[in-house]
T-cell receptor, first 111, second 116 residues
Framework: ELKVEQNPLFLSMQEGKNYTIYCNYSTTSDRLYWYRQDPGKSLESLFVLLSNGAVKQEGRLMASLDTKARLSTLHITAAVHDLSATYFCAGLIQGAQKLVFGQGTRLTINP | NAGVTQTPKFQVLKTGQSMTLQCAQDMNHEYMSWYRQDPGMGLRLIHYSVGAGITDQGEVPNGYNVSRSTTEDFPLRLLSAAPSQTSVYFC???????????????FGPGTRLTVL
């Protein structure tokens, strides 16, 4: 059974700082996803990571995947207020089309 | 393209009532799914469908029914609403053609359901 755990669950940081959100998963997963959710809104796809060593970057966000460690990270560089949101990682159950989500990390970036 | 649409946006039910949450997509996606989102628990899969006429259970299917008569529509039925079903419900769809594919899921705007 695939379990996905994120940490931290809450993160408050200053603008301009760097930080990393961690996503651990318990069994082999076909691929790893990162989503963003603003309060009261739907989920927006950020990254899809397909293989070991995959790294993807979009603006101040960079996601990576280490399948041997069963770990994905979402790194935020020089945070800005607009990045305040809840971030979810999700793993795809191998051989099935089922996503298992982590609990989410609520990120607050203070000016 | 409208993408994934859901109706209604908000709904209040009394315990024991039934209702159907509607979901439609215009992207010709084979795969559609329903999730519920509860505080502190992320999203949990209720039911999913890999094509018209084919549905299967997810992680938390009890109390919900689905059917998929067309590619576009995937309604979720609450048979007898209970307060434990108070949640935000999201419908999602993705392309799942043959070969290597991303399974990127596109989410609808959500339905906020309260059961009294």
């Amino acid at each position: 059974e695939l379990k996905v755990e994120q940490n931290p669950l809450f993160l408050s940081m200053q603008e301009g700082k760097n930080y990393t959100i961690y996503c651990n998963y318990s069994t082999t997963s076909d691929r790893l996803y990162w989503y963003r959710q603003d309060p009261g809104k739907s989920l927006e796809s950020l990254f899809v990571l397909l293989s070991n060593g995959a790294v993807k970057q979009e603006g101040r966000l960079m996601a990576s995947l280490d399948t041997k460690a069963r770990l994905s990270t979402l790194h935020i560089t020089a945070a800005v207020h607009d990045l305040s949101a809840t971030y979810f990682c999700a793993g795809l159950i191998q051989g099935a089309q089922k996503l298992v989500f982590g609990q989410g990390t609520r990120l607050t970036i203070n000016p | 393209n409208a993408g994934v649409t859901q109706t209604p946006k908000f709904q209040v039910l009394k315990t024991g009532q039934s209702m159907t949450l509607q979901c439609a997509q215009d992207m010709n996606h084979e795969y559609m799914s329903w999730y519920r989102q509860d505080p502190g628990m992320g999203l949990r899969l209720i039911h999913y469908s890999v094509g018209a006429g084919i549905t299967d259970q997810g992680e938390v299917p009890n109390g919900y029914n689905v059917s998929r008569s067309t590619t576009e529509d995937f309604p979720l039925r609450l048979l007898s609403a209970a307060p434990s079903q108070t949640s935000v419900y999201f419908c999602a769809s993705s392309y799942s053609g043959g070969g290597w594919f991303y399974n990127e899921q596109f989410f609808g705007p959500g339905t906020r359901l309260t059961v009294l």
